[in-house]
């Protein structure tokens, strides 16, 4: 299965920023809709944010809404995630997924993952 891979993570303290990006191996991202989940530990995968084939839809989980910022851009063949304002509870592996052009957080419509990168955000 084609994968996508992910990038940018690491450790930052509380209120701090990181900027992941997601590329594709093997594909081009501009036919499908764009997801960041997240998983940490203990805890089931949830959806972040969402951002169709076209990037004129995006939506957020309640829990990052106001700090975290999904974008794309097509020509490059690129995602990426900001996260500003970054708490102890966004601690998590972070993955990227591609899936259905106008689809949403839930994970029935990904196809295409990434392996994971971990944020860990801690004093």
């Known amino acids: 299965q084609l994968q996508l891979v992910e990038s940018g993570g690491g450790l930052v303290q509380p209120g701090g920023s990181l900027r992941l990006s997601c590329e594709p191996s093997?594909?081009?991202?501009?036919?499908?809709?764009l997801g960041w989940f997240r998983q940490a530990p203990g805890k089931e995968r949830e959806g972040v944010a969402f951002?169709?084939?076209?990037?004129?839809?995006?939506e957020y989980a309640d829990s990052v809404k106001g700090r975290f910022t999904i974008s794309r851009d097509n020509a490059e063949n690129v995602m990426y995630l900001q996260m500003d304002s970054l708490q102890p509870e966004d601690t998590a592996v972070y993955y990227c997924?591609?899936?259905?052009?106008?689809?949403?957080?839930?994970?029935?419509?990904?196809?295409?993952w990434g392996q994971g990168t971990q944020v860990t955000v801690s004093t």
């Open positions: 997924a591609a899936g259905s052009p106008a689809g949403a957080l839930s994970e029935n419509y990904y196809s295409y």
């Open positions: 093997g594909f081009t991202l501009d036919y499908y809709g």
């Open positions: 951002i169709s084939s076209s990037g004129d839809k995006v």
